[in-house]
């Protein structure tokens, strides 16, 4: 069997933690859990993520850069700017419905780590200001009347929709996602 580069390794070691991050909570996994299941040795982990708020705060940028990528990937299919600010909420529609959907890895991150100064507190805080700021630029592109204001509601609209099919399932409020987002859209950018 090949030897994996440091990069794989890293990788590899990130892809394990994200699974049993998000399964079952940061707080709850011990890095003893991540050695073992991803099959290499302690040295190995230790050498890519020095403690477990690196590694934590590795799998939020992780999950936020993903994030962006397969939401700016949606938008920039379409050429209407309001059809890309809704682009937004039939991804976050399709991500409620996945069967191992379990909430927003940002909310659920600021949640186990309220304080503002660990690493992944702020990467999970940052991720949020850079979404509503996106929303905004797409809000202004899509001529919204008040696009700061426009932002704020969207921002409120996606991170309900994530909290509340964690908690109610993708059946519950949170069907809705779709069609609220395009009732404000549609209002701010008549």
Not at 114 to 143: C, F, S
Not at 176 to 187: G, I, M, S
């Amino acid at each position: 069997m090949a030897r994996r580069t440091a990069e794989e390794n890293r990788r590899h070691v990130l892809d394990v933690a994200t699974g049993l991050y998000y399964r079952h909570g940061i707080r709850a996994v011990g890095m003893d859990c991540v050695v073992k299941a991803s099959g290499v040795g302690n040295a190995t982990v230790y050498r890519q993520f020095p403690t477990k708020d690196a590694l934590a705060t590795a799998y939020v940028q992780d999950r936020a850069d993903a994030w962006f990528e397969r939401m700016r990937e949606a938008a920039d299919r379409l050429d209407d700017p309001r059809e890309k600010l809704l682009a937004i909420f039939a991804v976050v529609t399709e991500n409620t419905q996945l069967p191992t959907f379990r909430g927003c890895p940002m909310l659920n991150t600021h949640t186990e780590f309220p304080d503002p100064e660990h690493t992944a507190n702020q990467v999970a805080v940052t991720h949020k200001q850079q979404v509503r700021d996106w929303m905004r630029e797409l809000a202004v592109d899509a001529g919204a009347s008040d696009p700061e204001q426009l932002a704020d509601e969207l921002l409120l609209v996606l991170n309900g929709a994530y909290a509340t099919a964690a908690v109610l399932g993708p059946g519950g409020p949170a069907r809705r996602t779709e069609d609220l987002a395009r009732r404000l859209v549609e209002a701010a950018c008549d």
